[in-house]
Each structure stands twice: as structure tokens, then as C-alpha cells.
């Protein structure tokens, strides 16, 4: 394993780099080697299957695959990567942000494969050619088809300052599916003098969902379609100048569109949307697109213990949104709702910003001084409101220490200074119904965020020893000059940012120690978190500053007995406090305990035969409230025949056959409990060869 490993070779010496590698390579003179693998599962309504090969020729290298399952496995976040920036540490890509939903944002902390009703799909290729003089080029394609069915019940309880508690019961069944391409294209050439990376990708996601709703027993049907193109170039240029000099060259260019629709019938919120009178159907509708450009220049140099880092860039956003609202009245007849449910805005944001970065290399560490100075001007415009320009000078001070005080330990200390502004979703003042309970605006200048963050670290590892611990203390203070207003009855809430001071301070305290006990041959470990969130809410016309405790503490041993047998324990215990303070009356609190504990059993039974037995526990509890207690039972059974290039496999998911999952959620003043069906007992058979 190689530590902070660079591998960009010609930035060797410039970038202090955290990557830990394998310090492994196929020659390219090597032989052509060809491996197939993949295995086949079948079970009671359950069924799973991949195919995967692996190429390694001269100058070709590929792997390709092929998914499918219908037991709980999520392919889609096997793909999610693929539309990341390369280049995470500068500029990167914009990532959409839809404006509609028709299913609860809440989702349960447990294993997919317990809850997760799907039919996945899946397949890629990814092939590597290796041309002459360091030049490489990739293509990568994949293809996604994924169905989802949504079943959940969800009680909400929320606690306002000066009024009574409102309540209300969400019922919903929906089924999700997915149809995406995604493709990719790179070249590369990494030399110790030059370096070149540019990637072009295409995304094509297209979303159809549907399904019934019941919010305090009056139903409803929806349906929400997603189409989505995104396309975006990234381009990485390192060029060594000489001795102890490097220029580099970013590019960014990134178009994407989003067309999105929520139907809902027969039309909801009778009393906002067609006075008070039913009809047929609600039809809310949404066309955004973007345009991102940024170009910049870097260049790099060190001197004595000194790596000097300047850099000039420039960007430039175009975002338009054009949103309305339609009701389909008891005659068939379609109208818009009315001009405050209509948006037709244009958003611009360029602007001029460079880096300055002075790197001090210490006999065992270092210290980092960066800048970010950024000169913005913003325009936009909306149907309610004037044309607005704005124009700001930003610094963005980073500062941050390494030291190594001794041969096993490290400390780091950092500190930033952060601000950032509003986008086109931040700022329309037209209604949006995001969903069928909520509706969402704005009523605020140019949102500014600024986050100011101080952080410290001590580790240490020992590996001979086999000890290693750390210990992690961070502070955030977040100043915005707008605050969300939530206006809520027991059938819908009016979602709106407003102008106001709004500071909000988070505490974080965080240790980890791992021991390997040799007397024993037991591994041991513990872990805690301590946080405490302050800051304001606005419900119901009335601000109420909150504060939000969080604790936490993890156990876990590992032994292994007799070389043939290893045993785990993690037990998990946490603790939640919610206190909202009101005018006048007294704290509103409520408090929610969380215990969890995981225990396997795993056995070589000789060489053929090896089990894993594991049990899952959780449980909620709340003030006033019965214990929620959710227990999962799985086995894994394998036989390997003598001399065969296969296996045999038999999992059993969730043998108790618990049918139902409940979890409680809460916050400043908000208690729910989510409760979703589980995936029945599961008993599958896989079989998985090489050839």
C-alpha cells in the first residue's frame, strides 16, 4: 500500500495528495488474460444474476457486466459515480435539483434488502486502450432499467409555538421506474512533464412514477414523469515548466435540462387553488435549464520548503425556469390557476476569481495558506419582482496545519471562511407545487450563505502494536440573511424564504479507538459522537430558536476462535434531544433513544463448508410512547466442491419473517413514525462459476 499517493506524476512535489494505492501494475507486455465470472440465484419469488468480464490484453484492458435481481440490491447507486467531477478538488459540475416530488422525503435507516421492493437492471462496458507516449483512452457506457414498488405509512405530529398540535396520517403505494443511459468518453496522457485529462459525458435518465396517495383519509392518484439530458465536458491540463514549475489549465463545460410533471387527481387544496370548489385534476408543470462555463489557469512553484500556487479563472451561469400551474375543472375545462402560480425567470451569475496558495513544508508536516477572492456580478429577474443585479467581493480564507509530533500520531487544524449565494432555486417567487402537500416560494433578496468552520484532529497508529485511535473537535457557524417560513394546517404546507438575520451554530465532538488485544486474540473498538445544533425555525408566524442534541456511542469485538471460527459484537446506543423554546411558554421537548445491536457468528466447517449466522436489533423509544423494537435474522451458507471452480451458496434474509418496519424520526418540532412493509422471508440459491 503506498500513502499519500499522487498520481498525477507531474504534480509530484506540488499537491499534498491523500490517496492510498495499491502498489500493484499489469506490464503491457503481459499475456492476454481473459476471466469470466458471474453467478445465477433462485428463490421464492426472488431471483439474482450477474455476468462479469475482465480483458487484459497489451494496450486493451476492459470490464464489463450484466445485473439483474429483484431482492433488494440497489444497482442504481453502483452507477451514481459515473456522473461525479473528476476533479472534485476545483470547480465541478452542477448537479440538477428537481422542484417536484410526490413521495415522502423521509427514508428508512435500514438494509435495502429488507424493504426495498425492485427488478433491477443493469450492464456497462468500460474499456481502457493504451496508445503510444503515456496517451490512454476510455469508454465507458451503461444502461440502467429499474423498477421500484413503494409501499409506507407515515404520522406526523408537529408541535407549534401558541397553537394546538397538528397531525396528520400519509398513506402511499407507488411504483417507480427508471430508464437511463449514460456514456463517457476520456482521454488521458500522464507523463512526468505533462498531464491531460479531458471527459465528455452524456446522461439520459428519463423517470415515470405513478401511484395512490391517502393524506387524513381523503384519496387521491398521481403520476409524476422526468425527462433529463445532461452533457458536459471536463478538461485537466498540467504542464512541468522547468525545474520546480507547473501550469495547469482547467475547463468546465457543463449544459443540462430538466422537463418535469405532477399530476394529481382529482384536483387538491380545493380552498387555495379553485375556491373551495372540487374538481378534476391538479397539473403542475416545470421546464429548468442550465448553462455552466468556467475556465481557469494555475501555476504552481516550489522553493526551498515553499509550494507556491496562484491561479485566474472565470465563469459564467445561465439558468431559466419556466413553471405553471393548470386545474382541470368538473367540465373537462383546462385553466391556469392564476399568476401567482406562474414563474418565467432568468437567472445570470459570472464573475472573476483567483487562488493564491502558499504551502510550507515542515521538517514533519506542513502549513497551508489559501485565498479565494471572487468578484461576482448577479442578475436575475421574476415575474413579481424588478430585474436584480447584484455584485459582490468574496475572500474565502483557508488555513490549515499538519504536523507529525511523533513517529505514530498526526495533528491537523483547519479553518475556513465560506460564502456562497442563492441559485435559481432559491430565488422564484411564483407558487411551485412540490408536492401534493406543499406549496413552495420565495419572498427574499439574493440568498447568502456564509459558513464558517473550524476543525481540529489528532490520530494515531500504531500497526505493530495494531492500536489506533483519533480524536476530532469541529465548530460551523452558519450566517444567512433568509430564513424558511412553513405555514402549516393538517392539510398542507405554505413553504416560504423571507428576509431574515438567521445564524445557526453546530458543535461536534468525535473519537475512535481500535485495539487488537493479543493476549486474547480479540480486536476491539469504540467510537463516540457528541453534537449540538442551535438555531431558529419559523412555523405558523413565529420564530423559535431550537436546540438540537445528538450522543451516540458504538462498541464492537472481534475474535477469532480456534482459527475456524470468528465471532462479532457491536452494540449501539444513541440519544436524541429536541428542545424548542417558544414565547412565553414553556420548552417544548421531546426525546428519542435509539439502541442497536448486531451480532454474527461466522464458521469454516473444513474446506468446503463455511456459515454466517447474523442478527440485526433495533430499537425507538420515545417519551409517551410504546418501544419500537425491528429484529433481522440472515444465513449464508457456501460449499465450495473439491476441485471446482464454483460454489454453491444459500442466503436466508430476514428468517423471523418480520412483516413490518417502524421507525421514529424527530426534530425541533416535529415527531413521525414511518412504518413500510418488509420483504417477506427470503431462501435463495446461487450458484457462482468461473470460466
Not at 423498477?147 to 409555538?161: E, T
Request: proline share 3%; hydrophobic share 35%; glycine share 4%.
Amino acid at each position: 500500500m503506498i500513502e499519500k499517493d499522487q498520481p498525477i506524476k507531474a504534480l509530484n512535489g506540488y499537491m499534498v495528495a491523500n490517496n492510498i494505492s495499491l502498489n500493484l501494475k499489469l506490464a503491457d507486455y503481459a499475456r492476454t488474460i481473459t476471466i469470466n465470472t458471474g453467478f445465477l440465484g433462485l428463490g421464492n419469488k426472488a431471483y439474482v444474476a450477474e455476468l462479469n468480464n475482465l480483458i487484459f490484453k497489451k494496450r486493451i484492458k476492459s470490464i464489463n457486466n450484466l445485473k439483474v435481481n429483484n431482492i433488494g440490491q440497489n444497482l442504481q447507486t453502483e452507477h451514481a459515480n459515473i456522473g461525479v467531477s473528476f476533479n472534485s478538488s476545483e470547480i465541478g459540475l452542477k448537479t440538477p435539483r428537481p422542484y417536484l416530488s410526490m413521495m415522502s422525503e423521509r427514508t428508512p435507516t435500514l438494509a435495502e434488502k429488507y424493504h426495498l421492493i425492485n427488478n433491477d437492471n443493469a450492464g456497462n462496458i468500460n474499456a481502457l486502450y493504451k496508445l503510444k507516449s503515456d496517451w490512454a483512452l476510455r469508454l465507458n457506457i451503461a444502461a440502467l432499467e429499474l423498477k421500484r414498488n413503494y409501499n409506507y405509512n407515515n404520522s406526523v405530529n408537529y408541535f407549534l409555538p401558541n397553537a394546538d398540535t397538528v397531525r396528520y396520517n400519509e398513506i402511499q403505494h407507488a411504483i417507480e421506474k427508471l430508464s437511463q443511459w449514460q456514456i463517457g468518453a476520456q482521454i488521458e496522457k500522464n507523463s512526468n512533464s505533462i498531464y491531460l485529462k479531458s471527459n465528455t459525458k452524456l446522461d439520459l435518465p428519463k423517470w415515470d412514477r405513478s401511484g395512490g396517495t391517502s393524506q387524513n383519509n381523503v384519496a387521491f392518484k398521481q403520476i409524476q414523469p422526468t425527462n433529463q439530458l445532461s452533457l458536459s465536458n471536463e478538461t485537466n491540463l498540467t504542464k512541468a515548466m522547468g525545474v520546480d514549475q507547473v501550469l495547469q489549465y482547467n475547463s468546465v463545460l457543463q449544459f443540462y435540462k430538466m422537463n418535469e410533471n405532477l399530476k394529481i387527481s382529482p384536483g387538491v387544496q380545493q380552498d387555495i387553488v379553485n375556491d373551495s370548489i372540487g374538481y378534476l385534476m391538479l397539473n403542475q408543470q416545470v421546464r429548468s435549464k442550465n448553462l455552466f462555463i468556467n475556465q481557469s489557469a494555475t501555476y504552481k512553484t516550489k522553493f526551498d520548503r515553499f509550494i507556491l500556487s496562484a491561479s485566474l479563472g472565470a465563469y459564467y451561469e445561465h439558468n431559466t425556469l419556466y413553471s405553471d400551474l393548470y386545474k382541470t375543472d368538473s367540465l373537462n375545462v383546462i385553466s391556469t390557476v392564476g399568476k401567482d402560480f406562474r414563474n418565467d425567470v432568468v437567472f445570470e451569475n459570472m464573475g472573476f476569481y483567483g487562488k493564491a496558495a502558499l504551502i510550507y513544508q515542515l521538517q514533519r508536516g506542513s502549513l497551508s495558506i489559501e485565498t479565494t477572492p471572487a468578484y461576482s456580478f448577479i442578475k436575475y429577474n421574476a415575474i413579481k419582482a424588478n430585474a436584480e443585479k447584484n455584485t459582490c467581493f468574496l475572500l474565502n480564507p483557508i488555513i490549515e496545519f499538519r504536523n507529525k509530533p511523533g513517529k505514530y500520531s498526526e495533528l491537523n487544524f483547519r479553518y475556513s471562511q465560506q460564502t456562497s449565494f442563492g441559485e435559481i432555486t432559491d430565488i422564484y417567487t411564483g407558487n411551485i407545487l412540490a408536492s401534493y402537500r406543499q406549496f413552495s416560494a420565495n419572498d427574499t433578496p439574493l440568498p447568502k450563505t456564509d459558513l464558517q468552520t473550524i476543525g481540529a484532529r489528532y490520530a494515531y497508529r500504531k500497526p505493530i502494536k495494531m492500536l489506533f485511535y483519533f480524536i476530532s473537535l469541529n465548530y460551523d457557524r452558519t450566517a444567512q440573511n433568509f430564513i424558511n417560513s412553513y405555514v402549516i394546517d393538517s392539510g398542507v404546507t405554505k413553504a416560504i424564504a423571507i428576509d431574515y438575520k438567521n445564524v445557526t451554530n453546530k458543535y461536534a465532538f468525535s473519537g475512535n479507538i481500535s485495539k487488537y488485544l493479543f493476549s486474547i486474540a480479540t480486536n476491539i473498538s469504540a467510537s463516540v459522537n457528541i453534537g449540538l445544533q442551535q438555531g431558529n425555525s419559523l412555523y405558523n408566524n413565529e420564530i423559535s430558536p431550537f436546540n438540537a442534541y445528538s450522543m451516540n456511542l458504538s462498541l464492537t469485538a472481534r475474535k477469532k476462535i480456534l482459527s475456524k471460527i470468528t465471532i462479532s459484537l457491536t452494540g449501539d446506543l444513541g440519544k436524541f434531544i429536541n428542545e424548542q423554546n417558544t414565547l412565553g411558554d414553556p420548552v417544548i421537548k421531546n426525546i428519542t433513544r435509539l439502541s442497536k445491536i448486531k451480532a454474527e457468528w461466522q464458521q469454516n466447517l473444513g474446506d468446503q463448508i463455511a456459515y454466517t449466522i447474523a442478527y440485526n436489533f433495533t430499537s425507538y423509544k420515545q417519551a409517551l410512547r410504546q418501544m419500537v423494537n425491528n429484529s433481522f435474522l440472515d444465513l449464508n451458507l457456501k460449499y465450495s466442491p473439491p476441485k471446482w471452480k464454483s460454489f454453491f451458496e444459500l442466503q436466508c434474509i430476514n428468517l423471523i419473517n418480520q412483516n413490518l418496519y417502524q421507525q421514529i424520526n424527530s426534530d425541533s418540532n416535529q415527531l413521525s413514525t414511518f412504518q413500510l412493509p418488509l420483504r417477506p422471508r427470503t431462501l435463495l440459491l446461487k450458484y457462482s462459476f468461473t470460466f
